[in-house]
T-cell receptor
Framework: GAVVSQHPSWVICKSGTSVKIECRSL??????MFWYRQFPKQSLMLMAT?????????EQGVEKDKFLINHASLTLSTLTVTSAHPEDSSFYIC?????????????FGPGTRLTVL | DAKTTQPPSMDCAEGRAANLPCNHS???????VYWYRQIHSQGPQYIIH???NNETNEMASLIITEDRKSSTLILPHATLRDTAVYYC???????????FGAGTTVTVRA
């Protein structure tokens, strides 16, 4: 149990285009989902927190108009990187929080590697 | 403001126990200690968490000192597949955000 998937696992796009990343909790309902970004040789940085049916809360310094988050159901959240530029190239990881037998724990997806040319 | 302190790296021998220390001297009574690990180019994997009692599951054991200012994650029989970055994270009961530090890079050697 407690499986979180992400799609796609990697994406290459041209500068100026938008990219959508999906995060799904496969076998549990996620009250809250989180989006992180990880640059090479660095740790994970939280970008935003989203609750089903409400607006996402963004961390300081994260542009909400650039990183659009939609949490349409208890099992799906999407992150859209709008007008992507090379500096947005990174490893994007989502996590989902739910009661899955390990208490109130976050489970992470496998990550999506975004490369903007 | 780092809430935990971990050694940057450690090596251990395959088949032996790996003991990973973590200091969290400013932990408060309503904060959990969580451990995750991240194998290269993958998402973090949940290992274990605890409040004040020692915990054990199929992956590891978590030993928390009586004053809760430090803890040790024990991998009982390390394998090559345990090579990863291990993160010790303090999380408040009602704040579900996880703040990742630099972690400990554990290399298991044959």
């Amino acid at each position: 149990g407690a499986v979180v998937s992400q799609h796609p696992s990697w994406v290459i796009c041209k500068s100026g285009t938008s990219v959508k990343i999906e995060c799904r909790s496969l076998d549990f309902q996620a009250t809250t989902m989180f989006w992180y970004r990880q640059f090479p040789k660095q740790s994970l940085m939280l970008m935003a927190t989203s609750n089903e049916g409400s607006k996402a809360t963004y961390e300081q310094g994260v542009e909400k108009d650039k990183f659009l988050i939609n949490h349409a159901s208890l099992t799906l959240s999407t992150l859209t990187v709008t007008s992507a530029h090379p500096e947005d190239s990174s490893f994007y990881i989502c996590s989902a929080r739910g009661e899955v037998g390990h208490g109130d724990t976050q489970y992470f997806g496998p990550g999506t590697r975004l490369t903007v040319l | 403001d780092a809430k935990t302190t971990q050694p940057p790296s450690m090596d251990c021998a395959e088949g032996r126990a790996a003991n990973l220390p973590c200091n969290h001297s400013t932990i408060s009574g309503n904060e959990y200690v969580y451990w995750y690990r991240q194998i290269h180019s993958q998402g973090p994997q949940y290992i274990i968490h605890g409040l004040k009692n020692n915990e054990t599951n199929e992956m590891a054991s978590l030993i928390i000192t009586e004053d809760r200012k430090s803890s040790t994650l024990i991998l009982p029989h390390a394998t090559l597949r345990d090579t990863a970055v291990y993160y010790c994270i303090v999380r408040a009961r009602t704040d579900y955000k996880l703040s990742f530090g630099a972690g400990t890079t554990v290399t298991v050697r044959a």
